[in-house]
Every structure is written in C-alpha cells, then in structure tokens.
C-alpha cells in the first residue's frame, strides 16, 4: 500500500500561454544574437577593405602625434611617490583600442602585457612600474584590488603558462610543476602570493596569463579623462574593486 504524504505541496501549475511565450522568447533572443554575430562579422570584413581618405590619415597622424606629446608632458609634471600609495598591490586593466596611440604607448602597453581591450595584470608597485602607467595612463584604469576579487579573479579566470602555452587552473599538479621550487602548490598558494606581494610575486604574476575580462551588454564608453576628473582612466584605488565585480 503506498503511502501519501498529506503535508506534500502541489506543483507549481504554469499556463500553457506562459510557456508557448518563454519558448518564443527564447527563440527571438537566439536569433537576436546571431543577427548581431553576423552583423559584427560584417563589419570587420568590411573593415580590412575599407579605403581611407586623405583627411584619414592626417587625423590619425595628428591624434598618434598628440598622444605622444601629452605623455612626455605628464611624465614632465607628475612625481612619482612609490611610498605614498595605499597599497604595494595593483591591478591594471586596458580600457581603449589602438586608435590615437603612438608607437611608445604600445610599446609600453606590450610590455604591462595588456595586448587586449579589458585584459587585467596584476603588477607591484614601483618607480618603474609607476613611469609606465603614467605613460600609458589614458588608456589603462588600475587600483587596489581587495582579497575577494584576488581570488575571484584567480580561481575564475586563472590561467597558467607553461611553455608558453595557455593552461587552465584546473589541476594543482600544473601549478606544483610550474612554481612547486617556490613552495606554491596550489591555486590558494597563487592568490595568497599575490595578495600578500610576497617575495615570489613576480613569478607567480608572471606565470598568470593576462585575464580576459567580460564586457557587459550595456558597456559604456570609456572616457580617456582621468578617474578623479569624471573620467574612467587612472587610478581609481579602492574604487578598482567596483569596476572588477562589473567585468568578472
């Protein structure tokens, strides 16, 4: 004989009408999304055979020749106080395309190792490290990054480089053969080192291939006026935390 529970609670009914309209609205989100794919994919084979004009040029020379102008000014102005920051942690994400830069600020963005729009590095801080952000300050945003998004960002999106290949953090064995001589032998090794800035932090920030933050649907534009100013450039210290909890 089977037993009913009396106190078992009915399934929740929905109507027919409700579902037939999920279904469809599923449907046109889909096909929403690859209009917008195809409409991408256009516009970027267009774009390799697109013809300049002369104004063109001139434009993108001039805008190639302010940028580099602007960066020796503010190299010029601003001092660099090593001690006078908050904190001995950065992390540094690229915010603007190659359009109106000069062949300084890639160089330098190549060397942060910010090859991409919304790539992120974590960097300790230094004159040197200090110089180059200034020099490439219109194009970057950084700050402090709190233990939270440390490890968020770690275990999220954490990618390793072995023989200078990308690989997953997925296994602890991958990160024992890379830095295991440094005594960090798993993923919570790698965020307690760079959190802490501790003595093997270059190597282990190093080992970390720069991650590949997600841009939001609605993503504005971002400003290349400084953070403090209205802007979304430079440094936005603990503000950083904010900004990573939107892209990750």
Not at 24 to 48: C, G, P, Y
Not at 128 to 157: A, D
Not at 199 to 214: C, E, G, M, N, Q
């Amino acid at each position: 004989m089977v037993m009913v529970d009396e106190d078992a609670k009915p399934l929740n009914y929905v109507h027919e009408t409700v579902l037939r309209k999920r279904k469809v609205n599923e449907e046109w989100a889909i096909k929403k999304r690859e209009r917008v794919d195809a409409r991408k994919r256009r516009f970027t084979e267009n774009k390799k055979f697109a013809i300049k004009r002369p104004e063109q040029f001139v434009k993108e020379y001039r805008d190639k020749e302010l940028d580099r102008v602007r960066t020796r000014q503010r190299l010029k102005l601003r001092k660099l106080p090593a001690i006078g920051l908050k904190s001995n942690l950065l992390f540094v994400i690229r915010t603007q395309g190659k359009n109106d830069m000069c062949p300084q600020t890639r160089k330098v963005l190549r060397r942060l190792r910010l090859t991409h729009i919304l790539s992120g590095v974590f960097l300790r801080v230094n004159d040197s490290v200090l110089r180059m952000l200034t020099n490439v300050e219109p194009f970057i945003t950084y700050g402090y990054p709190n233990l939270k998004n440390v490890r968020e960002l770690v275990y999220k999106k954490g990618v390793g480089i072995i023989d200078k290949q990308p690989v997953p953090l997925t296994d602890n064995n991958v990160i024992e053969q890379a830095l295991g001589k440094y005594g960090i032998i798993c993923i919570e090794d790698i965020v307690h080192e760079i959190a802490t800035v501790g003595p093997h932090f270059i190597t282990v920030a190093s080992f970390l291939w720069p991650f590949r933050l997600k841009r939001p649907e609605r993503f504005p534009k971002m400003k290349k006026k400084p953070y403090k100013n209205g802007g979304d450039s430079g440094n936005r210290e603990e503000h950083i935390n904010e900004f990573i909890d939107m892209l990750n």
